[in-house]
């Protein structure tokens, strides 16, 4: 089903941020998906870095890497775990990248001499960024999700640059959607409009009409506040849309289509609907929500007080947990906590760990002595990136008796740095945007766990680091039984480790939780938590 106008939704936020804009885009684009239409998203993020490459996890989340090395906020995992499309670069802009294009072209002369400003400049850029995805003619719509909350000083050249795209795509082309808040006050035993009043009132001083509002409430919303809000926010009744706490995110399509957005989004864009097929997304649901079993998962990481520092790891979990119809209980544990001497009392009763990734010496050593207790003692273990490394490092250090084995991350005089700076980033200044990034390709050897799993000899996975596995040292480990089963064929780097006499041992130097979606859970994470049920039940 092709358009000959690609036509634009915007979703912005109100009254508080952390309202899951995110969730509402990416629901909202499923349904459409479903009707057969063309669908991608993209996120517009205010903040002035570049990209959330430098970010700290505990301020901001994960950094989520795409195909194309893009390292790009978490709503893009959000995106491609509910429409199982690959985005890109152009699926995530950041103020720092509006303001450094237009600066660049200042530089060489590309606007005659002309003084520079805010309008038309940077909102030409932002409309430009906004359209580079609609001009492909690979979409019927785009959605755009504007970072922040309506009113910031960040978002408003954002907000201006819909408010012209608006005007110059006409009604049926372009929309906007705007999400808030209903709180519900305990003390009066009600819920309060006047917040959503507001932050409507906010969006319209900058010149955009809301077109359709989502409220987001813990408690149902009566027919007599939809009415008020409706009349208070100058919108149809049937376009106040309820978003209620839901269970899981995986729930809000259903919760959307229920409310009917999908409905009044197409019938403002006039285009046409048709029943959405949500057979195997309720599938999956189904399986998530009723597992006949259940396993234990040690998540071994340094910013585990965080959970969306490691969202795309919890999600492969579901994802993997609902394919095995099993629920996957996650236990966070701080590597800084792990010692030699607790760490039987911390991971005796697990039936699998997966070893996060990560940067820097903080917790590390903790890392490795839990690689080293579930080692000897066979319970599966799954190590991502820095922890795919600290398992080599452990096996060097305990099996090959190389005691001061480390990375040259960690210690830049280690006489056996078996984890050693990739060659070609040792010239490497700058921190953001020089990693290895994106998607590489990797062959596998047979027999193998990862060829088991993936039951193909060449795969492509995304990468996110800047050490590799020290090649001056294969020889040595796998004599000693640690196997590299993965490499590249085009610089010979291992990109996987397998131990195999040991049930399920498994280090990976890429990141296959990026790739795993609703559609097609990643088959690392299903063979994982198949070998955790095992040792379950071996148990």
Not at 179 to 191: F, K
Not at 272 to 293: G, I, M, V
Request: aromatic share 8%; charged share 25%; proline share 4%.
């Amino acid at each position: 089903m092709t358009q000959t106008t690609t036509k634009y939704i915007f979703v912005t936020g109100g009254v508080s941020s952390s309202l899951g804009k995110g969730i509402i885009a990416a629901s909202l684009a499923k349904l459409l998906q479903s009707q057969g239409y063309r669908v991608t998203i993209q996120k517009l993020d205010p903040y002035i870095n570049i990209d959330p490459g430098t970010l700290n996890p505990y301020e901001h989340g994960e950094c989520y890497v795409t195909d194309d090395g893009a390292e790009t906020d978490l709503d893009l995992g959000h995106y491609e775990r509910f429409l199982n499309v690959p985005t890109s670069q152009a699926n995530n802009v950041t103020t720092g990248r509006i303001y450094q294009s237009v600066i660049d072209k200042e530089r060489l002369g590309v606007f005659l001499g002309k003084t520079v400003q805010v309008i038309p400049h940077i909102t030409d850029e932002i409309k430009h960024r906004i359209q580079l995805l609609g001009s492909s003619g690979d979409f019927d719509i785009v959605i755009t999700e504007i970072g922040g909350t309506v009113g910031d000083i960040e978002s408003l050249p954002y907000v201006e640059a819909v408010r012209q795209l608006k005007w110059e795509m006409g009604n049926n082309n372009a929309i906007a959607i705007h999400l808030t808040l209903i709180p519900y006050l305990s003390a009066a035993g009600e819920l309060k409009t006047k917040p959503t009043q507001h932050s409507v009132k906010t969006l319209m001083e900058s010149g955009v009409q809301a077109d359709i509002l989502v409220c987001r409430t813990e408690h149902e919303l009566s027919q007599s506040i939809r009415t008020k809000l409706a009349r208070f926010c100058n919108v149809k009744e049937e376009c106040v849309i309820q978003s209620i706490d839901a269970s899981t995110i995986y729930d809000v399509p259903n919760l959307m289509l229920e409310e009917g957005l999908d409905k009044v989004v197409l019938k403002q864009l006039n285009l046409e609907r048709h029943q959405p097929d949500l057979t195997s997304w309720n599938t999956f649901l189904q399986r998530h929500k009723n597992p006949t079993d259940e396993v234990k998962i040690g998540l071994i990481g340094k910013y585990v007080e965080l959970q969306d520092s490691y969202k795309s790891i919890l999600e492969a979990f579901t994802h993997a947990g609902a394919a095995n119809e099993v629920k996957v209980e996650v236990e966070s544990i701080h590597s800084e906590h792990i010692t030699a001497k607790n760490v039987s009392e911390l991971l005796s009763n697990l039936d699998g760990i997966l070893v996060a990734p990560g940067f820097g010496e903080r917790g590390i050593e903790g890392k490795i002595e839990a690689i080293r207790y579930v080692r000897k003692n066979n319970i599966p273990f799954f190590g991502i990136c820095l922890g795919m490394q600290m398992a080599v490092i452990e096996f060097a250090r305990t099996v090959l008796g190389l005691s001061d084995a480390n990375s040259s991350e960690m210690n830049e005089t280690t006489k056996n740095p078996v984890i050693d700076l990739m060659e070609d980033q040792k010239q490497i200044e700058n921190m953001g945007g020089t990693m290895r990034l994106g998607a590489w390709e990797c062959t596998l050897s047979s027999p193998s766990i990862s060829y088991d799993a993936y039951k193909k000899d060449t795969i492509n996975e995304r990468h996110r680091h800047r050490y590799e596995y020290n090649n001056s040292y294969k020889k040595q480990l796998e004599e000693k039984g640690m196997i590299a089963t993965g490499i590249n064929p085009d610089t010979g780097l291992v990109e996987i480790v397998e131990i195999p006499t040991h049930p399920w041992f498994v280090g990976v130097q890429y990141h296959p939780e990026y790739k795993s979606t609703v559609a097609n859970p990643h088959p690392l994470f299903k063979a994982f938590i198949e070998a955790a049920l095992r040792h379950k039940t071996s148990n």
